[in-house]
T-cell receptor, first 114, second 116 residues
Framework: AQSVTQLDSHVSVSEGTPVLLRCNYSSSYSPSLFWYVQHPNKGLQLLLKYTSAATLVKGINGFEAEFKKSETSFHLTKPSAHMSDAAEYFCVVTAYNQGGKLIFGQGTELSVKP | NAGVTQTPKFRILKIGQSMTLQCAQDMNHNYMYWYRQDPGMGLKLIYYSVGAGITDKGEVPNGYNVSRSTTEDFPLRLELAAPSQTSVYFC???????????????FGDGTRLSIL
């Protein structure tokens, strides 16, 4: 069975400093992995996805993530945080052969200080 | 380009009342999903549909019903509202599911439901 674990429930950074949100996955198959962002009172928006092509995936708003099979990780990074990045971030894996069902991590709340 | 539209945005119900949460998508997606999100938790799948006339249970289906009479619409019904159903409900859609697991899901803005 697939699962994801987000290692931090809350991360706080200063504006202009790097962002690192950590995610480990468990999967018996080659996984499809996603990062979604949720701003307050909004739905989830896709940041980026990994689908067994390049291991370094670039997403929107300057975010990127690296798939590391040896470490079963898919950490999300951004070189320089912006105030508008403050939101909840979810690491997600697709359940294999189950109608595209998604398995969500618990979420990481990112705070950005001025 | 509306995407996924959910109505209403907010609702307060009394215990035992019923209601239908509406979801419509205009992207001609065949797969649609209903999730609930509780504080501090990720999303949990309630029901999903792989096409008109076909629905299936997710992780937490008890207390809910769905129907899919058209490609565009996927309403979620609560028959006897209970306090445990207080949550934020999200509808999502995707182009395909099984066999094409790399297709992202597109989410609505949610319905915030309180049951008192």
């Amino acid at each position: 069975a697939q699962s994801v674990t987000q290692l931090d429930s809350h991360v706080s950074v200063s504006e202009g400093t790097p962002v690192l949100l950590r995610c480990n996955y468990s999967s018996s198959y080659s996984p499809s992995l996603f990062w979604y962002v949720q701003h307050p009172n909004k739905g989830l928006q896709l940041l980026l996805k990994y689908t067994s092509a390049a291991t370094l995936v670039k997403g929107i708003n300057g975010f990127e993530a690296e798939f590391k099979k040896s470490e079963t990780s898919f950490h999300l990074t951004k070189p320089s945080a912006h105030m508008s990045d403050a939101a909840e971030y979810f690491c997600v894996v697709t359940a294999y052969n189950q109608g595209g069902k998604l398995i969500f991590g618990q979420g990481t709340e990112l705070s950005v200080k001025p | 380009n509306a995407g996924v539209t959910q109505t209403p945005k907010f609702r307060i119900l009394k215990i035992g009342q019923s209601m239908t949460l509406q979801c419509a998508q205009d992207m001609n997606h065949n797969y649609m999903y209903w999730y609930r999100q509780d504080p501090g938790m990720g999303l949990k799948l309630i029901y999903y549909s792989v096409g008109a006339g076909i629905t299936d249970k997710g992780e937490v289906p008890n207390g809910y019903n769905v129907s899919r009479s058209t490609t565009e619409d996927f309403p979620l019904r609560l028959e006897l509202a209970a306090p445990s159903q207080t949550s934020v409900y999200f509808c999502a859609s995707s182009h395909a599911g099984q066999g094409t697991s790399n297709q992202p899901q597109h989410f609505g803005d949610g319905t915030r439901l309180s049951i008192l």
